[in-house]
């Protein structure tokens, strides 16, 4: 038997008598990946990333490991909302315009004490002094810097378009302009190179673009450290008390880490490895977060049809933004039809012998998306469901 084969005879018994569809969470496996997120960090703490888990009861047992401190959460509803819950340290990794939220943060010591909210442009700040609504509370402050490498004098950009923030002289100009302002605090520096952390350079039969992306990666890295040093003496020398400098993600941790201006990094989508991190030459997690579909129909020899799948990821739309058919194996999408929203027909010899009502195992692209398709996760240890836990959507949370 193959430890995929395995893994699908423990998975079928730990659920046997749960109907698919149905998500898990394999602890055995997530708690292996959050300890190589640890030793790749080597001694530097990682900030949870909590899109890429969308499950308080698993940031909580992340948190709980040494290694690990604090979230970096997606909006700022769901920071007040993780904040309300116990979480005392949340960076909210993206600017917000929800006024309600602000003038929630700043009419409450505990929540703005909690949250640290994201700035890249001195508008954001007038629209949360526009928000306030009466509430005094010092709002803490991070900047973002572009992490994007450019080439060709800036005629080609590798690397997500987010903030407009990139020059040591920018960064220190708008902390200045939050230090003029009453009401407002620079805490830390946030720089996500997702061109590294969010890319992976070990592509299946692809070695000449593998190779290209290596090399990209290669001067994106050397690029940026110096550039970020630089930012960052830059705004300390505004922001003296500067609390923390974020940067990386679950594909960058051990090349960021080893930064002497970063203090800490950011990480999530390795907890439950979805397919997008398979192709890293630095590191190989174990799958972790799989659901599964109930097989509803035989259509004939090699084939068989499930109910629903067709979950696909944010991002440009590509076949790698597709669930994956991964147990048993051997499976693999009709290409006339693909997944689909109420069904999905598979292929291959492994379908026949599967029966009516059995499940077939996808493993998602992107991490945490595969929360907004279930209210609950169950936690599979050895050949048992051990617990039973909501997701932010079986919270009635949704956030995005």
Same mark, same amino acid.
């Given at each position: 038997m193959t430890p995929r084969a395995a893994d699908r005879a423990r998975y079928d018994r730990a659920t046997a008598r749960l109907d698919a569809p149905v998500a898990v969470v394999d602890l055995e496996a997530f708690d292996d990946n959050a300890a190589d997120l640890v030793r790749r960090a080597a001694g530097k703490p990682i900030r949870v990333a909590s899109k890429s888990v969308r499950c308080r009861a698993l940031l909580e047992r992340v948190l709980a490991r040494d290694g690990f401190a604090g979230i970096m959460s997606f909006t700022l509803a769901e920071s007040l909302w993780l904040a309300r819950s116990?979480?005392?340290?949340?960076?909210?990794?993206?600017?917000?315009?929800?006024?309600?939220?602000?003038?929630?943060?700043?009419?409450?010591?505990?929540?703005?004490?909690?949250?640290? $909210?994201?700035? !890249?442009?001195?508008?954001?700040l007038e629209l949360i002094d526009r928000a306030r609504d009466g509430g005094s509370e010092e709002v803490r402050v991070c900047l973002e810097l572009d992490t994007s490498l450019k080439l060709l004098g800036g005629r080609v950009r590798v690397g997500a378009l987010r903030s407009p923030l990139r020059e040591p002289a920018q960064l220190a100009e708008l902390a200045r302009s939050v230090a003029r302002r009453r009401g407002f605090r620079v805490v830390g520096i946030m720089a996500y190179e997702g061109h590294v952390a969010g890319v992976g350079d070990s592509v299946a039969g692809r070695p000449v673009r593998s190779r290209a992306i290596r090399l990209m990666q290669k001067a994106a890295r050397k690029e940026l450290a110096t550039r970020r040093a630089a930012v960052v003496a830059a705004v300390r020398a505004v922001a003296p008390d500067l609390e923390f400098v974020n940067g990386g993600g679950t594909g960058s941790v051990q090349h960021t880490a080893a930064e002497q201006a970063v203090t800490e990094i950011a990480a999530g989508s390795g907890l439950y490895v979805p397919r997008?991190?398979?192709?890293?030459?630095?590191?190989?997690?174990? &799958?972790?977060?799989?659901?599964?579909?109930?097989?509803?129909?035989?259509?004939? $020899?090699?084939? $068989?049809?499930?109910?629903?799948? *067709?979950?696909?990821?944010? *991002?440009?739309?590509?076949? !790698?933004?597709? &669930?994956?058919?991964?147990?048993?194996? *051997?499976?693999?999408?009709?290409?006339?039809?693909g997944p689909g929203e109420v069904q999905t027909p598979l292929l291959g010899s492994p379908a026949d012998d599967l029966l009516i009502g059995d499940k077939v195992w996808f493993r998602h692209a992107k991490a945490g998306e595969m929360c907004e398709r279930f209210d609950q996760l169950q936690l599979i240890e050895g050949d048992r469901v051990t617990a039973t836990v909501p997701t932010y959507r079986g919270e009635g949370q949704t956030f995005l």
């Open positions: 116990g979480f005392d340290d949340v960076l909210l990794a993206y600017p917000s315009a929800d006024r309600a939220a602000f003038a929630e943060l700043a009419g409450d010591a505990k929540l703005a004490a909690a949250v640290t $909210v994201m700035v !890249d442009d001195p508008a954001q997008l991190f398979d192709n890293y030459s630095s590191f190989t997690g174990r &799958p972790a977060a799989l659901f599964a579909q109930p097989v509803v129909r035989r259509p004939g $020899v090699g084939t $068989v049809t499930v109910l629903g799948g *067709g979950y696909p990821a944010s *991002g440009v739309a590509g076949p !790698d933004r597709l &669930p994956v058919p991964y147990l048993p194996e *051997g499976l693999r999408y009709d290409p006339q039809e």
